[in-house]
């Protein structure tokens, strides 16, 4: 079964440092690979994807996250956060082709200090 | 895109009762997914919901607790039948336009259970 790891439960970063997010996945083949962020009381947003080519992909926001077949991580970095960037942060995993299933992370919470 | 309405965004409802939360997409599509975020927890798959077929259940979940309906393409609907305080959660709708999309989501029912 597949399975997704996001190992830091919080992180606590200074406003205008970088930022960075890990994700691990443990699955066969190269899945598809998701970032959402959730503001408190707020929806899920897509910050960014990767399917498939360039590993190196581009966000919303000033987000981008790496796709590092070989360590099986997806992580995601800012390199200089705003204190709106202050919300839950999921990783996700679909098996990819049309399976669209999402695996969730157990999400990181960014808190920002001025 | 995708635009996904449901309803209602909150409730607060006595245990052992039931509520049945909506969902509707303004485009058709295949597979509509609905997922739980239990308080401070990741979001999990309770089922995926393919129009004109059974909904499919993720390990954990049964469909007398959760029935699903999908009469059309467009609409969904998940029951949260005999509550207890354990089902509050916020329960989201998902979808997905296939090749190479990403995974849309509503903003969420908020559901409390006293």
């Known amino acids: 079964a597949q399975s997704v790891t996001q190992p830091d439960i919080h992180i606590t970063v200074s406003e205008g440092a970088s930022l960075e997010l890990r994700c691990n996945y443990s699955y066969g083949a190269t899945p598809y690979l998701f970032w959402y962020v959730q503001s408190p009381g707020q929806g899920l947003q897509l910050l960014l994807k990767y399917f498939s080519g360039d590993t190196l992909v581009q966000g919303i926001k000033g987000f981008e996250a790496e796709f590092k077949r070989s360590q099986s991580s997806f992580n995601l970095r800012k390199p200089s956060v705003h204190w709106s960037d202050a919300a839950e942060y999921f990783c996700?995993?679909?098996?990819?082709?049309?399976?669209?299933?999402?695996?969730f992370g157990a999400g990181t919470t960014v808190t920002v200090r001025a | 895109s995708a635009v996904i309405s449901q309803k209602p965004s909150r409730d607060i409802c006595q245990r052992g009762t039931s509520l049945t939360i909506q969902c509707q997409v303004d485009s058709q599509v295949t597979m509509m997914f609905w997922y739980r975020q239990q308080p401070g927890q990741s979001l999990t798959l309770i089922a995926t919901a393919n129009q004109g077929s059974e909904a499919t259940y993720e390990s954990g979940f049964v469909i007398d607790k959760f029935p699903i309906s999908r009469p059309n393409l467009t609409f969904s609907t998940l029951t949260v039948s005999n509550m207890s305080p354990e089902d509050s959660s916020i329960y989201l709708c998902s979808v997905d336009l296939g090749m190479n999309t990403e995974a849309f989501f509503g903003q969420g029912t908020r559901l409390t259970v006293v």
């Open positions: 996700a995993v679909a098996p990819g082709g049309n399976d669209y299933k999402l695996s």
